[in-house]
């Protein structure tokens, strides 16, 4: 079973948020935080996970973001 997961990312160094969805929540924050090398996470790094929400339906959790 397919499973999704939203997230939002706090960064440690500005006053700024990130609302995102991934089936791999740690590949994902790996991108953010080390292996991404253009975008808006980059700008903030690091980021800290502050919350996630787990869905099975990829519309619900596209939604919910």
Do not use: C
Request: zero cysteines.
């Amino acid at each position: 079973m397919e499973e999704y997961v939203v997230y939002v990312l706090k960064s440690l160094t500005a006053d700024k948020h990130y609302v995102g969805y991934t089936q791999n929540l740690i590949s994902r924050f790996k991108s953010h935080n080390m292996l991404g090398k253009k975008g808006f996470t980059v700008r903030y790094r690091p980021w800290q996970v502050i919350h996630v929400e787990f869905f099975s339906v990829k519309k619900e959790a596209m939604s919910r973001e």
